[in-house]
């Protein structure tokens, strides 16, 4: 068999190689230019006498709220990449002192080389004596100085507050929480990440599927309802009072335990095992980690 030699007329060319590159660096220029396009927003201001009840709903995005001394909740719904009307739609409105926005999208969003090329933030500033409700699909959320009862569920995002007072909730499919200056009836869970609270507590209560727990109870937190810790995979510290009266039981499955807590020990004491009465004994303070060490110490 006779190979015949390749003519130089049949390789690229230097001048249409030259031509690609500069067509994909182009393109590529152009999808940058795109993400960073302007911002678009959707703005709206609503007067309130009394006390706020402030909802706010999205699927796919992040949540931003503070707070001040006024008497109007003020709404910015800041957007790239989406037509109003068509792939986002965004909604307000108000009954009473109760003021809800909700900002949805259809997917007009686009991705290209693994970044994304739309974005999503609704930014909430509200009276500070107030009543807050969040209710985000995919976006992280963060809160600041809320005196009053705060819900706050994202299916994937960080949770992160910094002071709020009252009857407190936070619930994150996947992210962490971090929350601090808290003071009143706490419930936090995450499905897969580690949570960090701060704060005076009369009811605790923190689940994490797959992450650390590390809570910092201020003086004059008090066991008024039972406290519940646990993590299915994660270490706990957790730092109390020292005159906190509870019953406490402690327990890990794969780690150990320590503790400079004073205690009157009752049954069974192990390493990875402690019942005992803290000040004389209380409601019940119940701490588990499934694979994980737990540090008990003073406030």
């Known amino acids: ?41 959707v703005t709206k201001t609503f007067t309130v006498s009394g006390r706020a009840h402030v909802k706010v709903e999205t699927d796919d995005g ?46 007009g969003n686009f991705w290209s080389w693994g970044v994304r090329h739309g974005s999503l933030r609704v930014e909430v500033h509200m009276p500070k004596d107030a ?33 709020a007072r009252g009857t407190i909730r936070f619930h994150t499919g996947d992210g962490h929480i971090e929350a601090r200056g808290l003071d009143g009836n706490v419930d936090a869970s995450s499905g897969d990440g580690h949570i960090n609270l701060e704060g005076r507590f009369d009811g605790l209560n923190i689940r994490t599927g797959d992450g650390s727990v590390t809570a910092r109870a201020a003086a004059g937190s008090k066991v008024a309802t039972s406290w519940s810790i646990h993590t299915g995979d994660g270490s706990v510290d957790l730092e109390l009072p020292g005159d ?56």
């Open 1 to 41: 068999m006779t190979m015949s030699p390749i003519s130089s007329g049949s390789l690229p060319q230097g001048r249409w190689v030259r031509r690609a590159v500069v067509g994909w660096m182009a393109g590529m220029l152009a999808l940058g230019c795109a993400g960073l396009s302007s911002a678009d927003e």
């Open 62 to 107: 992040a949540v931003r709220v503070s707070t001040g001394d006024i008497k109007q909740v003020e709404i910015r719904v800041v957007y790239t990449g989406y037509k109003l009307d068509k792939d986002l739609r965004v909604s307000t409105d108000q009954s009473g002192d109760s003021v809800g926005v909700i900002a949805k999208t259809s997917g």
């Open 131 to 163: 009543d807050l409700n969040v209710r985000a699909g995919d976006g992280s959320v963060e809160a600041d100085s809320i005196n009053g009862s705060v819900d706050i569920t994202t299916g994937d995002g960080s949770i992160t507050v910094q002071g």
């Open 244 to 299: 906190l009266q509870a019953n406490l039981d402690a327990s890990t499955h794969d780690g150990h335990i320590s503790s400079g807590l004073q205690m009157t020990v009752e049954g069974s004491f192990s390493s990875s095992s402690i019942h005992g009465k803290l000040n004389g004994g209380g409601p019940s303070l119940t701490i588990q980690t499934g694979d994980g060490s737990i540090h008990l110490s003073k406030t």
